[in-house]
């Protein structure tokens, strides 16, 4: 079976520009997170999404959205991109909204 | 909300040696998982385990939930055990994973 796939893997923008970024869960299930991790830190919290509902957000600013499609794939919106938001965005997939996460490769966002 | 410690930060050793990271939370968790980062930044999942103990292959690892620690056991270690060991946990709150800072292991030949 496949693992979460995430496209782009690369992705350099400027600041103030938005971006997209895809996940595909693995095959079943129904709900997919998405972290942020800055160099030398642990991965930090975005958005939890389970059966195309938010189920949770962590503590970031409004410029940060996401949607989950019926066929459970996610997308990450960053508008109005700051040079912090570099980073890896990590998606993760797991069969319920409390069950283990299997993460996939990440996507590098560089902001200049 | 949740806090999670790791120790120790840094780890060196020479290939073969064993080594145990310990992961320390501050309240009941409903799940516990230990990844291995990659150099390319992927997390490979080693155990889910909110408590018990589980072993695959030449790792294995033990949570105590009513003491609020995990421990991640690494016998005869491999260069390819190189890389960045992250403890994460849920307390079922919209199913966020709160991430400790990690372990950096560096396994010498």
């Known amino acids: 079976d496949a693992g979460v796939t995430q496209s782009p893997t690369h992705l350099i923008k400027t600041r103030g520009q938005q971006v997209t970024l895809r996940c595909s869960p693995i095959s079943g299930h129904k709900s997919v997170s998405w972290y942020q991790q800055v160099l030398g830190q642990g991965p930090q919290f975005i958005f939890q999404?389970?059966?195309?509902?938010?189920?949770g957000r962590g503590n970031f600013p409004d410029r940060f959205s996401a949607r989950q499609f019926p066929n459970y794939s996610s997308e990450l919106n960053v508008n109005a991109l700051l040079l912090g938001d570099s980073a890896l965005y990590l998606c993760?997939?797991?069969?319920?909204?409390?069950?283990?996460?299997?993460f996939g490769p990440g996507t590098r966002l560089t902001v200049l | 909300g949740i806090q999670v410690e790791q120790s120790p930060p840094d780890l060196i050793l020479q290939e073969g040696a064993n080594s145990t990271l310990r992961c320390n939370f501050s309240d009941s968790v409903n799940n516990l998982q230990w990844f291995h980062q990659n150099p390319w930044g992927q997390l490979i999942n080693l155990f889910y385990i909110p408590s018990g103990t589980k072993q695959n292959g030449r790792l294995s690892a033990t949570t105590v939930a009513t003491e609020r620690y995990s421990l991640l056991y690494i016998s005869s270690s491999q260069t390819t055990d190189s890389g960045v060991y992250f403890c994460?946990?849920?307390?079922?709150?919209?199913?966020?994973?709160?991430f400790g800072q990690g372990t950096e292991l560096s396994v010498k030949p």
């Open positions: 993760a997939s797991s069969r319920g909204d409390s069950n283990e996460q299997f």
């Open positions: 999404y389970y059966e195309k509902e938010e189920r």
């Open positions: 994460a946990v849920s307390n079922n709150q919209g199913g966020k994973l709160i």
